[in-house]
């Protein structure tokens, strides 16, 4: 099998509201589809949402990545992913999102081939995952309203943003636990908001509101900091833009600077690495969940099979598409009751894009 062509879209979703974080606001969820065509009539189908704060790529960044590492593609083997994924990170070895969208392209081309959904490809049953749906940064009043929806639709975790000063993130958690009562844990994701002093500060102000987790209390590159702040806190930490890749997961361990991981295609560079992640995650003992920037279903279709392939995945944290105005996908997950996550049973993704949504996107072919 050969690959023959590849084309690149770029696919602006208009989210239903800005969602803000402590790294920023988002509106639009700037992306971008790869499909990889083979000359045996398989095609695969990838995305990327690259969040330039945490990876360091935009989506024009990601696309003219996109025009090189489809070159380096063409006549080449699709099946050999190992190889293929050799030659794109030794030519770009950061560009993590843009790469993502490859290595899912040619995971579906393998699954398609071999007639099997990833989740079995990788040795995975069909295990019920259900997502958490998520608030971002709010005056506490409008946040414990949101929580209070979220709970009314069943969703069996709330996930709360935070990271700007401890009082007011104390006073956001406190609120939002007043308002579900104590029935669901409350997940929370500082997004390197916080100092040493004010994650502990923060901390140990919720440490008695059933918080499940925090994600990413201080700076990414700071393991210290997260030990630090793991030892004073009764909360366990979870990394999310300290882990990229299986070094990272390796470091983490070592430094003992977290309780848990958050893996995300768009920060490993696909299913590849995150595989190997989950594997090490494993060794360590260590718990992981599987996280998302603003996806579509499409790439969330990938994250959920290597979730329900891997029972070291604890958590699932893919609500993306639910703060989407347009859904362009055609199969793939479904969300369900109170946050369920059906896989398709189809080979590869099992997931498609919307032809009649591609006519609207600009893009280019390389062939
Ligand atoms: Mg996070």
């Known amino acids: 099998m050969r690959v023959v062509k590849v084309t690149v879209y770029k696919a602006n979703i208009l989210l239903v509201a800005p969602f803000r974080i402590a790294l920023g606001v988002t509106e639009v969820a700037e992306n971008f589809f790869v499909r990889i065509e083979t000359d045996e009539g398989i095609h695969g189908w990838g995305e990327g949402s690259p969040f330039p704060a945490i990876v360091g790529e935009t989506q024009r960044i990601c696309l003219a990545a996109a025009r090189d590492m489809a070159r380096l593609l063409i006549g080449k083997d699709p099946l050999d992913i190992e190889a293929r994924l050799r030659e794109i990170s030794s030519f770009l070895p950061h560009n993590t999102t843009a790469r993502s969208a ?43 309203e949101k929580a209070v929806k979220f709970k009314e639709e069943g969703f069996r975790a709330i996930k709360v943003k935070l990271g700007t000063t401890p009082e007011e993130d104390i006073e956001r958690v406190r609120r939002i636990r007043e308002a579900i009562g104590s029935d669901i844990p ?33 700076a990414a590159g700071d393991l210290a900091a997260m030990r630090a702040v793991r030892e004073k806190t009764q909360i366990p930490i979870m990394a999310d833009e300290s882990l990229f890749d299986v070094h990272d997961a390796l470091e983490l361990i070592r430094a003992e600077a977290c309780d848990y991981l958050n893996i995300k295609l768009s920060k490993s560079g696909g299913l590849h690495m995150a595989l190997k992640i989950a594997a090490v995650a494993e060794a360590a003992r260590m718990g992981c969940m599987v ?29 993306s598409a639910l703060t ?44």
């Open 291 to 319: 996280g998302c920037m603003s996806e579509t279903r499409l790439a969330l279709t990938a994250a959920a099979h290597l979730a329900a392939a891997r029972p070291i995945v604890r958590f699932t944290d893919l609500d």
């Open 186 to 218: 409350i997940r929370v994701d500082a997004n390197q908001g916080w100092d040493r002093n004010a994650a502990i500060k923060a901390l140990r102000g919720i440490e008695d509101l059933g918080v499940q987790y925090c994600e990413q209390p201080v």
């Open 102 to 144: 490859f290595d899912m392209a040619l995971y579906d081309i393998l699954g398609k081939a071999a007639g099997l959904p990833l989740y079995r490809l990788f040795g995975g049953s069909p295990r019920e995952l259900f997502t958490d749906d998520t608030i971002g940064i709010d005056d506490p009043a409008a946040m414990a």
């Open 324 to 367: 989407h105005t347009v859904d362009p996908i055609v199969g793939g997950m479904e969300y369900g009751e109170g946050g369920r996550i059906t896989l398709p049973e189809g080979p590869g993704l099992g997931a498609e894009v919307d032809p009649a949504f591609l006519k609207k996107c600009e893009s280019f072919t390389v062939s």
